[in-house]
């Protein structure tokens, strides 16, 4: 049942489905001239029936309607499951049950004129719908589902564009306005019209006529109906052959055919896929650990994908990906990255004041990263980076207070003296600047520079408690302690260095700062001057406390 390449099909259902969008588009403002008078309907009808009724017109209309009936099919058909948000079905329902509330009308306006020249107008037409509750309903039905159709199909292609969020609100207020106003010019022009039922002798004298339209109604709804209950049937029908998918916590069985994101979806696995699976974005590319020299190669919309964003050669798109044999993935863009595991308990969050460890830490040159990226990569790659400060943080001791733009905040010393919190706090940075380096690594080929970080870090008395209102509060930490912290932080981007930490917070921890250099600076809104240090990369500080934990160890 495969039709072209899959670029092919793509071009060809989003050539179709727009050549249908500006059909439905001249209808319903035709339509919408009811408003006016019906004979203003009448004459924009003559206008537009000699595009959409000559010959070429008629044949890219119905043209269009067949191809993209049959792409849809073909779509359906290579679904191996059902599964799938919840917009994705309405698409799929809308435009499945679209044909059915239409074929009288078409039938009744279109085939009629184009087998008899009869050709109803809206002096006609409008007193038979309106005169049957049924099927002014039912042309309404349609209407909307149609337009709905349609548009689902346009959010799809344009939400991962960069210039679709500067104009969502011209786009959503144009999908409002124009079935709106067909609507209420389909009723303002049928009403205008009510007792003016057009008289049935052209009927009565063309019965065979009439009868022939009915039989053709009948064969194009068993046409339909035999066509989508066959694409149902051949789905149903079991694919010899099962391969073995492997994910980072488990692993599944399914047939050849299905693509992975797929899979995920039939075995309950939350998968990103901001474009519906259709590989024009790169939401829901996986990294394959095992297994890619046996799979089939990427196609062309796939590699123009993967290209788009510098993706490594073990980076494929899932919803393109139908693997042929066994293999191991890891989702890159998961559905939980940040994932903060070390939550407070209700006593620690009660407001007390209590001397902790705050770290400040802040990604450097953010603002111009985002901008060379896709709008998703973006936020992929922030998660990324907060999973990184998250685990380090939580497998040092600490606790995430909250994640401030590309920034974070983390505490130390809820539940221990601030001589171990300092130290901890002091171990998070080393886990942080070594997990930064292994973003690099991992993002080598998709980042133009590397990615730098700059952190701050002061030691001393803040007050404690769950602040905020309502579902916006949470632990969060207040006083000079967090100020001098914050101010660090910008003090370790003022000397291109990786960390700036206070004196009292080395000491705190047991580190010796005589044989460093430091710098006394001022911060706004406090007395005096801070003593600090500046690190330019985290790591050395490991060689601190490795030699610290030393001399503890040292026999007396």
Known sequence: MKLASSRTRKRLHLLTGACLGLFLLTHFSNHALGLVSVEAMENMRRVFNLVWRSWPGTTLLYGSLLVHFLLALESLYRRQTLRMPVREALKIIFGLSFPFLIVSHVVSTRVEWMLTGHGDGYYE???ILWSSSFNATRQSIALILAWSHGCLGAWFWMRGRSWYPRYFLVFYSFAVLVPLLALLGFAVAARSLEGGLPSDAWFMANRSSAELLAEIRISIMAGLLAMIGGTLILRAIPVRGKIRITYPDKAISVAKGFSVLEASRAAGIPHHSICGGRGRCSTCRVRVTEGLERQPPANEAERATLTRIRAPD??????????????SIAPILGTDNIGLKAQPTAQEAAGRERRIAVLFCDLRDFTLLAQQQLPFDTVFLLNRYFETIGEAVEGAGGVIDKFIGDGALAIFGLNNTIEEACTQALDATVRIAKGVDVLNRSFMSELDKPLRIAMGMHAGPAIIGQIGYGKASSLTAVGDTINAASRLEGFAKEYDAQLAVSADLVRYAGLT???????????RGRTGTLETLIVQNAAEVEALIDAKGNQTEAPA
């Open 125 to 127: 037409v409008l007193p």
């Open 314 to 327: 073990n980076v494929r798109l899932a919803c393109q990906l139908r693997p042929t044999h066994n293999l």
């Open 513 to 523: 700062v005589d044989n460093r250099e430091s710098y006394n600076i001022s911060i």
